[in-house]
């Protein structure tokens, strides 16, 4: 899920400095499990707003806020709360605040929140990240650890010659990457795949802004010219 991380409230105060009206939208999914964008802290938030003087039209969890066409439905149904506002703070990732700022082009859409990183739940507000969406996935000869993302360097082929004892040049906290694929090929009885040669990746494949489309939507989906948003 995407990690994301609340704003301090005085950044969004700051945002909302020329608007007096504001309505709050969190997102069932990502935000929610990091809590950072569930009911209770969009009550929370229309707390605090309160207190700074703001009036707080109303709120709501959408189902996905990165979901453009069901999260513009959702928001259209509610009606005045929503129309009333001048401004909207959105409590999710940035894909959310796109969704909603596509819908409401004439409203301030404050992102509330900081997205950190496309992320693994190890328990409960502890986050790591394991995947960089490189677009040309290697797991499967690494073990299932990724290089690219947990290597402080991206290193495709070893260690460098800044592990020491088994860590990370970038700190003795952090296990090098490359000794943990090892030991985890090890385990798996396939540490012949340690001599493969990886060449380097291919980034064209990680170039932004990201699209895909199943051959299913393909066609339903009409595109700008040139086919990137
Ligand atoms: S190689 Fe790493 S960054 Fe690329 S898709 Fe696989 S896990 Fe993600
Ligand atoms: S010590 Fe290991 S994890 Fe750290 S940069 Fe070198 S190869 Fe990567």
């Given at each position: 899920?995407?990690?994301?991380k609340?704003?301090?409230?005085e950044?969004?105060?700051?945002?909302?400095?020329?608007?007096?009206?504001v309505?709050?939208a969190?997102?069932?999914?990502?935000?929610?499990?990091?809590?950072?964008?569930?009911?209770?802290?969009?009550?929370?938030?229309?707390?605090?707003?309160r207190?700074?003087?703001?009036?707080?039209t109303?709120?709501?969890?959408?189902?996905?806020?990165?979901h453009?066409?069901?999260?513009?439905?959702e928001?259209?149904?509610?009606?005045?709360?929503?129309?009333?506002?001048?401004?909207v703070?959105?409590?999710?990732?940035?894909?959310?605040?796109?969704?909603?700022?596509?819908?409401?082009?004439?409203?301030?859409?404050?992102?509330?929140?900081?997205?950190?990183?496309?992320?693994?739940?190890?328990?409960v507000?502890?986050?790591?990240?394991?995947?960089?969406?490189c677009?040309?996935?290697?797991?499967?000869?690494?073990?299932?650890?990724?290089?690219?993302?947990?290597?402080?360097?991206?290193?495709?082929?070893?260690?460098?010659?800044?592990?020491?004892?088994g860590?990370?040049?970038?700190?003795?906290?952090?296990?090098c990457?490359?000794?943990?694929?090892?030991?985890?090929?090890?385990?798996?009885g396939?540490?012949?795949?340690?001599?493969?040669?990886?060449?380097?990746?291919?980034?064209?494949k990680?170039?932004?802004?990201?699209?895909?489309?199943g051959?299913?939507?393909?066609?339903?989906?009409?595109?700008?010219?040139?086919g990137?948003?």
């Amino acid at each position: 899920m995407i990690i994301t991380k609340q704003k301090p409230f005085e950044v969004i105060k700051e945002c909302l400095r020329d608007n007096k009206k504001v309505f709050i939208a969190g997102c069932g999914e990502c935000a929610t499990l990091c809590k950072t964008g569930g009911p209770d802290e969009i009550a929370e938030m229309a707390r605090m707003l309160r207190e700074a003087g703001k009036e707080v039209t109303g709120g709501f969890v959408a189902i996905a806020s990165c979901h453009v066409v069901g999260t513009k439905i959702e928001m259209k149904k509610l009606g005045e709360p929503v129309k009333e506002a001048d401004a909207v703070i959105v409590l999710s990732c940035g894909a959310g605040v796109g969704s909603i700022a596509e819908t409401y082009e004439e409203k301030n859409v404050i992102p509330g929140c900081d997205s950190l990183f496309l992320g693994n739940t190890v328990r409960v507000g502890s986050y790591d990240e394991r995947c960089m969406t490189c677009g040309e996935c290697i797991l499967e000869e690494t073990g299932g650890i990724c290089p690219v993302t947990t290597c402080a360097k991206g290193l495709l082929n070893g260690p460098c010659g800044g592990m020491n004892n088994g860590k990370c040049e970038i700190s003795p906290d952090i296990e090098c990457a490359w000794v943990r694929i090892y030991r985890r090929l090890e385990k798996k009885g396939r540490l012949d795949r340690m001599e493969k040669i990886h060449e380097a990746k291919d980034y064209s494949k990680h170039t932004k802004p990201g699209v895909f489309e199943g051959e299913k939507y393909a066609k339903m989906r009409k595109r700008p010219e040139g086919g990137k948003r």
